[in-house]
């Protein structure tokens, strides 16, 4: 007979992980099923393990956030390059079938830590009007919980995965000074903000804008991450913050070091994944915990009669390229499926589970991004410390929702690498000037000295922002599956079918506008604005006779969210299946709407409510 468990977990990210931890703590038995490569947790072969991951990232002339890690065949991750080429609509171009009106172009990692194996660590709470957007502002929808119900779990996460912040800076108008608690800060005092932070913040803070018929005054903030810095005291407990270090040795990554390829691999693992979690859980209950790696879960099966899930059916191979495999059931009391909102409502889909309200795999959301850029009058130091320290948090808020999305801007610290591949693409510029003439390039190609000279004075004035705009629920933006998409084990593809909602698309011009009123108070005349839309790319959108391009922010929400009735969601407050009394669901796909913080921290809380959950019914 096979083993039963308290609980199955299907998927080693961040939620799994956080979920898996509180319930071996409290004496629960806990296998977690893995689709991709499983990694060491703990000593040397945990640092052989991340020097491979280093060293591919490096010698790969394509650094994007899947880049470190090597592709497996049975259990594939989307890939943000490929879902942007020119064949986007070319099933053989990537793993997703896409079929919507524009490219989705968001990525993630399948192996044991997930995402957070290549995430930025941007660690933002969500605002109180985030949680009731639809009786607020008459858009989207409101949660089934409120920001207050989700206040101590925020705390919990924050302490797990290790942020750092000043909470005094977090708190934006008419929010009052209770979004932290009166005896509450983060467990790390703020991350150094860069030259560029403090130049930006001189200059244009304070700087009035015009928006449906209010003025705004721009204010540039601190971002709180998830990335060790110096530690705090805790006034409840009167002891101080002790930072995870690397998963070889505790010494290592206990503070950043300033590197500049946090995305997508921390070089000394100062910045927070998934891994840390696991590996905490593993070196305390050990005897509790199995974490089963390169087992793809492929059926939740379910017992008619009652709905009560009975097994995971799951696919096990040994080798990612060989499509070979073992078929075998788990089985436990308790099942979450903790998978990533794409995997987790592809499987509901093929189960047949959570079907009542047909809102599984609909919903799904990602922030649209829209890049300004330009260069500084003096040299900033582009190209130095984490992506970004410093965000402008002025219009995460307002009346203006009821007409346009809200949106936050990060401040790039790696100059144009995002917007056109520099460094690259500047010493490209000056080798091959071309058309069209811009004022940082040469009326002819330069070499040597003066080449040299040239790249280091334009490279360190580089500046950009990243506009990210919040999407709202739509039912046809959705993930299905279809027989004829199938990967290398038999396991269906994801088909995707993806637009931009007009709500989102009001708000690129507002956007632009800020920009350009920055522009002019900093000083960047416009033979100096390199901010430019292509027309022929397949990310380009009109909106009121201007064009944008977008991309994707990697923040994949929706698709079996959380609601108040069996009618309008696939899961409760509680994050259990309506139709399922033992299926628990956890990560991103249970938002229900975006706002603008990245999600992860979100998610992570919501983890912690849900661990919380599945005790009390364990009990």
Not at 217 to 234: A, G
Not at 308 to 314: E, K, L, P
Not at 341 to 346: F, L, M, Q, R
Not at 386 to 406: E, I, M, Q, W, Y
């Amino acid at each position: 007979m096979p083993e039963i468990y308290d609980v199955v977990i299907v998927g080693a990210g961040v939620t799994g992980a956080i979920i898996a931890k509180r319930l071996v703590a409290e004496r629960k038995r806990v296998l977690i099923l893995e689709a991709g490569r499983g990694f060491h947790l703990e000593g040397e072969a945990a640092y052989h393990d991340y020097q491979k991951f280093l060293e591919r990232f490096y010698a790969n002339p394509i650094k994007v956030p899947n880049s470190p890690y090597p592709p497996n065949p049975n259990a594939k991750s989307q890939d943000c390059v490929q879902a942007g080429s020119p064949y986007w609509k070319d099933p053989a171009s990537g793993y997703f079938v896409q079929t919507g009106k524009l490219p989705f172009l968001s990525d993630y990692f399948r192996g044991q830590g997930g995402t957070t194996l290549h995430w930025n660590g941007t660690a933002l709470r969500m605002l109180p009007n985030d949680f009731k957007l639809s009786s607020k502002y008459g858009q989207g929808v409101d949660w089934p919980i409120s920001y207050e119900d989700l206040r101590p779990y925020y705390e919990q996460a924050e302490t797990e995965i290790g942020v750092s912040g000043n909470a005094v800076e977090q708190i934006l108008p008419n929010m009052g000074d209770n979004y932290f608690g009166h005896d509450y800060d983060l467990p790390m005092e703020k991350m150094p903000q860069s030259y560029i932070d403090q130049e930006l913040i001189r200059t244009v803070n304070g700087l009035p804008v015009q928006d449906a018929g209010e003025t705004y005054n721009l204010s540039l903030i601190s971002t709180p991450m998830s990335r060790n810095s110096i530690p705090r005291k805790n006034p409840r407990t009167n002891k101080y913050y002790q930072p995870a270090g690397s998963l070889w040795d505790a010494a290592v990554g206990v503070r950043c070091e300033g590197n500049s390829n946090c995305v997508p691999i921390c070089p000394v693992q100062a910045k927070y994944n998934a891994l840390k979690t696991l590996a905490a859980a593993v070196r305390d209950h050990r005897e509790r915990l199995t974490i089963q790696a390169q087992s793809v879960a492929s059926k939740i099966e379910i017992d008619p009669a009652t709905g009560r899930v009975t097994g995971i059916a799951y696919k096990r191979y040994n080798d990612p390229n060989s499509p070979e495999h073992t078929v075998h059931t788990a089985r436990a009391k308790i099942y979450v499926i903790a998978a990533h909102s794409v995997e987790t409502a592809k499987l509901l889909l093929a189960s047949g589970a959570a079907k009542t309200s047909d809102q599984v795999g609909r919903n799904l959301m990602d922030h649209s991004c829209m890049l300004v850029w330009g260069l500084m009058p003096q040299p900033v130091g582009a190209f130095r410390g984490p992506a970004s320290t410093s965000n402008l948090c002025t219009f995460r808020d307002g009346d203006f929702r009821s007409k346009h999305a809200a949106f936050i801007a990060p401040v790039n610290n790696w100059g144009w690498s995002w917007a056109t591949f520099a460094p690259g693409s500047t010493l490209n510029d000056m080798l091959n000037p071309g058309a069209p003439a811009k004022a940082w390039k040469p009326a002819q190609p330069i070499i040597g000295r003066k080449l040299r000279g040239q790249l280091g004075e334009t490279i360190s004035r580089q500046v950009a922002f990243d506009f990210e705009f919040e999407q709202l629920p739509q039912a046809s933006n959705r993930v299905t599956i279809d027989p004829t998409y199938k990967d290398q084990l038999g396991n269906y593809r994801p088909i995707v079918s993806w637009d931009i909602p007009d709500y989102t698309r009001a708000a690129m011009p507002v956007a632009l506008k800020i920009w350009n009123a920055m522009r002019a108070k900093i000083g960047i005349p416009d033979q100096d604005n390199g901010t430019f839309y292509d027309k022929s790319s397949n990310t380009y959108v009109e909106v009121d006779g201007q064009g944008f391009t977008f991309a994707g922010a990697g923040h994949l929400v929706g698709t079996h969210c959380m609601g108040t009735t069996k009618n309008n969601s696939v899961v409760n407050a509680r994050q259990q299946t309506w139709d399922h009394e033992n299926l628990y669901l956890a990560g991103c796909g249970n938002m229900p709407t975006l706002g603008t913080s990245n999600p992860t921290l979100t998610i992570s809380a919501l983890a912690c409510l849900a661990a919380k959950n599945i005790l009390d019914d364990l009990r």
